[in-house]
Nanobody
Framework: QVQLVESGGGLVQAGDSLRLSCAAS??????????MGWFRQAPGKEREFVAA???????YLAEHVKGRFTISRDNAKNTVYLQMNSLKAEDTAVYYC?????????????????WGQGTQVTVSS
């Protein structure tokens, strides 16, 4: 397994930017970290896909964040980042990073077998 710790959340105003970090430890260079994803969950709502990338640099973004968010990773530092620009009130949620290589769509929660504890992002309007 891989252990994941998110950081970088906070309270910001609409239009501001934040960069979330996800530090990984454990089995960082095997199937558990080949695909890394970011999900978010607002109160009363289902956890939803935000972004994902692979060891080789392929990236995937949810339609509602495309053009505003960017996912990247630094394999040497065992860290994945989510750069969030032009934040909106509807981006308010707990953001989770995840790792794994289960079968299924990269957009599905079932793809991932390791999860961080989450970091709160609150955007005021």
């Amino acid at each position: 397994q891989v252990q994941l710790v998110e950081s970088g959340g906070g309270l910001v105003q609409a239009g501001d930017s934040l960069r979330l970090s996800c530090a990984a430890s454990g089995r960082t260079f095997d199937n558990y970290v080949y695909v890394m994803g970011w999900f978010r969950q607002a109160p009363g709502k289902e956890r939803e896909f935000v972004a994902a990338n692979t060891w080789t640099g392929n990236t995937y973004l949810a339609e509602h964040v495309k053009g505003r968010f960017t996912i990247s990773r630094d394999n040497a530092k065992n860290t994945v980042y989510l750069q969030m620009n032009s934040l909106k009130a509807e981006d308010t949620a707990v953001y989770y990073c995840a790792a794994g290589r289960n079968s299924g769509s990269i957009y599905s929660r079932g793809k991932y077998d390791s999860w961080g504890q989450g970091t709160q992002v609150t955007v005021s309007s």
